[in-house]
């Protein structure tokens, strides 16, 4: 799942992260890595907050549900730019804008499709819990609540 993540991030990256003037050539590979690692890290904190029914709902709505989830990932990133790759805050959020917000509605849209099974919610939010339990049961009384 982990791996499609990155890919899904590497399809959206051409404007904000391949023709951005402000990330080396040398770069980019870490940068689509940072970018994926960021919504990785948010998902899994949301898991382990308590706002699995705020992951769900935001899952099931097309994204519309929470846009402060979108803004947390783009932070995240935006902050990893300036921090590792000294892009100023405002290009970096700008970067950030550009590139998060679309992987995070495909991903929705990839995790309702019934060919991508990686992106199938329960199957992402388990891998997002490290397999350390099957959330189907959880996940499908939510999805219905």
Request: positive net charge; hydrophobic residues 45%; aromatic residues 6%.
């Amino acid at each position: 799942m982990f791996e499609k993540l990155f890919l899904l991030v590497k399809n959206n990256a051409g404007t904000a992260v391949v023709n951005n003037p402000l990330i080396p050539a040398k770069h980019h590979n870490a940068v689509m890595i940072e970018a994926s690692s960021s919504i990785i890290e948010v998902l899994k904190g949301q898991m382990e907050n308590g706002k699995l029914k705020d992951l769900v709902k935001y899952f099931q709505s097309s994204g519309v549900y929470n846009k402060s989830l979108v803004s947390s990932i783009v932070n995240r990133f935006a902050n990893r730019l300036n921090t590792f790759y000294n892009i100023d805050t405002e290009h970096a959020l700008a970067t950030a804008n550009e590139l998060i917000p679309v992987v995070m509605s495909q991903l929705v849209k990839e995790s309702k499709s019934e060919q991508i099974k990686e992106f199938g919610l329960t199957n992402m939010l388990t891998k997002l819990n490290g397999n350390r339990a099957d959330l189907s049961l959880l996940v499908n009384n939510l999805m219905v609540a």
